[in-house]
């Protein structure tokens, strides 16, 4: 496993999650999009090569989870994480997703909808259900008095910005990390792809460990981030030069009394 690509108070590994959780410290929560279901991955790869309007389409060139993973990794976060589990899904792997992190544990809600209107085909196996994707939340009982969630995300102007297929808006991202942790904890995504949880953590105020096994997905990943990072960076030094400057002005006209 190569050495970790540390960004500000994100900390990336380029390698299979599987050999990396195991070295883990705990973590806040999980906030994670893997793959989805095998029927769902091989509807899309069955029309990858012509689409019915003659277009290219590309392959994911990635495989589906099977019920053997969503067991494994379900058991995994509930052993790494201390507060919230977000995993979002297809309709298909949904329920699975549900009955396996109970059985790790955790209380599991009914699956939320994350709907975006008139978006492209997220994946075309899906059919007219291609705009909706499900977000399976779990907790233990120290999240019992977190407050009020919402009961699914809708997408609006300006969610159209995923940076690779299959990713996400960060504007959702942004949301689900600000409902399902606080400033300063650690938010893990055990299949980062072009990094938009990271992205959401580093602009939120939070610490993020993310994981990814594709290389061209990992440096993306890493350019995002670090240009997260560098805005945050900047408009912390403006809040602060700021906070000085009117410091030093009420000193000046303390001085004048």
Not at 132 to 150: N, S
Not at 160 to 186: C, E, F, Q, W
């Amino acid at each position: 496993m190569a050495k970790p690509v540390i960004i500000g108070n994100a900390t990336l590994y380029l390698g299979d999650c599987r050999e990396v959780l195991p070295t883990l410290p705990k973590v806040d929560a999980v906030i994670v999009d893997p793959p989805y279901s095998e029927r769902c991955h091989a509807g899309h790869d069955a029309g990858a090569s012509k689409a019915r309007d003659s277009a290219e389409r590309q392959g994911l060139g990635y495989r589906a989870l099977s019920l053997g993973d969503v067991s494994y990794f379900a058991e995994q976060y509930a052993r790494v994480c201390n507060g919230w589990v977000v995993w979002m899904t297809d309709s298909d792997l949904a329920l699975e997703v549900r009955t396996a992190l109970e059985k790790a544990g955790r209380y599991a809600f009914a699956p939320l909808p994350f709907y975006q209107p008139g978006r492209s085909v997220r994946l075309s196996g899906d059919g007219p259900s291609s705009w909706t994707d499900w977000i399976v939340v779990a907790r233990t009982k120290a999240q019992m008095k977190w407050g009020t969630l919402p009961g699914g995300y809708v997408a609006g102007p300006g969610w159209n910005d995923k940076a690779r297929m299959g990713g996400k808006p960060t504007l959702l991202m942004d949301a689900l990390v600000a409902d399902y942790s606080r400033r300063g904890h650690i938010v893990l995504d055990t299949h980062m792809g072009a990094g938009t949880t990271g992205v959401s953590s580093v602009r939120t105020g939070r610490r993020f460990i993310g994981c990814e096994i594709d290389p061209d997905a990992f440096d993306i990943a890493c350019r995002r981030i670090e240009d997260a990072q560098r805005m945050t960076d900047m408009f912390a030094h403006e809040v602060r030069d700021a906070y000085e400057m009117t410091q030093q002005q009420a000193d000046l006209l303390e001085g004048t009394k």
